[in-house]
Structures are given as C-alpha cells and as structure tokens.
C-alpha cells in the first residue's frame, strides 16, 4: 500500500515562477524524502528531511516537514523548463520506502 | 560511481509467458528493492532485500512472482505467467543501508500483450 498522498495531482506554471507540491502520509516515519521522476526514466533523489528536522534547503529547494500534521511540502524557487518531471514523497518507516503517486509539473517556458 | 544497473531495458511478451530481470546494485550497498511502477502511479515496493535475506515481500504476488539475490549482490525478479495487469516498469534500487538514500537503476519496461 501507498503512504504518502502528494498534491495537486498535476501542476501547470511559467518559467520564473514558484511551485509547491505537498505530501501528506499517515503513519509516524523515520525520514522522508523527495524524488524527481524525468519521464521514461528512472527515480532521482532530491532532498531527504529527518523526523526530528522541520525544514531543508538544497540549492532551489526547500522541504519542510510537519509531523503534527503528517504532511510535508516541496518548493522549487525560479522554476525552469527542465524542471518539468514527476516529483515524488516517500516515507520511510523503519527502512521501509512507501511512494505517492506523485505530482506531475510542468514548467512552460 | 557506477550506478544501479539494470538489463533488459525494454521487454514484449505475450500473456502466460514468462520474463526475468536483472540487477546489479551498487556496490557495497546492502538494501535491495524491486518496485512496480504502472503508467501514471507511484512506484509499489514488491520486495526488499538487505544483503540476502528477505525483509519485505508482502506485496509480492508470489503465485507469479519470485525474487532472489545471491551471494548478497546481484538479483533477479521473475514473472511466470505474466499477466496483462503486470504490464509497468520494474525498477530496481539500492541503498547503502536501510533507512538511508535510495539510489534507482532506469528501469526495466515490460509490455505484456
């Protein structure tokens, strides 16, 4: 079974502008962790947020987690084309790696 | 750093036949998974290794499915007899323990027809 839900679903922006995607999950977890997916390809690993840190930064990006709310958000500052792809949560319950179904973005230039 | 590598790219088949994949990890990486992705979904862990040994495979269908890693490195996933449903991208990832970065290969594409 899936455990984390991402939202939206899909989403359309401008190049320059911000996008937030948002996963929220249902059980405590150790850490959780964003993939980009560039379509027929495979996963490629972004950021991973620990339970006990409340916000991440790397380069363009920022995480930041609330367990409270058991729900996690993704920022990409200044969007580009290549951005474009599918981004993914994943939560890890003691070594155990669950995916959503993913936010689809695309940047039009 | 090599990374997860993974062969065939792509597979057709026909219904009731079968098909194996193959992985190579990378090394020294002691997790192993296999994940199912269909067209438009998440990736659905089927099984997880940590070194030879099964940790997880409850969402294996193992009347179909099996799924081994010999000598703690490389593995293969294997499908007797495909089923339509089973048409998706095998993916196969790596980590260097668990609760740690997982590292995916390019995935496997099967068509079963």
């Known amino acids: 079974s899936q455990q984390g839900e991402e939202d939206p679903q899909a989403l359309s922006i401008q190049e320059g502008e911000n996008a937030t995607m948002n996963c929220s999950y249902k059980?405590?977890?150790?850490?959780l962790q964003w993939y980009r997916q560039n379509s027929g390809r495979g996963l490629v690993h972004l950021i991973l947020?620990?339970?006990?840190?409340r916000e991440k930064h790397s380069g363009r990006l920022r995480v930041t987690l609330d367990t409270s709310k058991k729900s996690s958000s993704l920022l990409i500052t200044a969007s580009r084309a290549a951005d474009t792809a599918s981004y993914f949560c994943?939560?890890?319950?003691?070594?155990?790696?669950?995916f959503g179904a993913g936010t689809r973005l695309t940047v039009k230039p | 750093e090599a990374g997860v590598a993974q062969s065939p790219r792509y597979k057709i088949i026909e219904k009731r036949q079968s098909v194996a994949f193959w992985c190579n990890p990378i090394?020294?990486?002691?997790?192993l998974y296999w994940y199912q992705q269909i067209l438009g979904q998440g990736p659905k862990l089927l099984i997880q290794f940590q070194n030879n040994g099964v940790v997880d495979d409850s969402q294996l269908p193992k009347d179909r499915f099996s799924a081994e890693r010999l000598k703690g490195v490389d593995s293969t996933l294997k499908i007797q007899p495909a089923k339509l449903e089973d048409s998706a991208v095998y993916l196969c990832?790596?980590?260097?323990?668990?609760?740690?970065?997982?590292?995916f290969g390019e995935g496997s594409w099967l068509t079963v027809v």
């Open positions: 090394s020294g990486h002691a997790t």
């Open positions: 994943a939560t890890d319950v003691n070594g155990d790696m669950r």
């Open positions: 947020i620990r339970s006990n840190e």
């Open positions: 059980t405590s977890i150790n850490n």
């Open positions: 990832a790596s980590s260097l323990v668990r609760e740690n970065t997982i590292y």
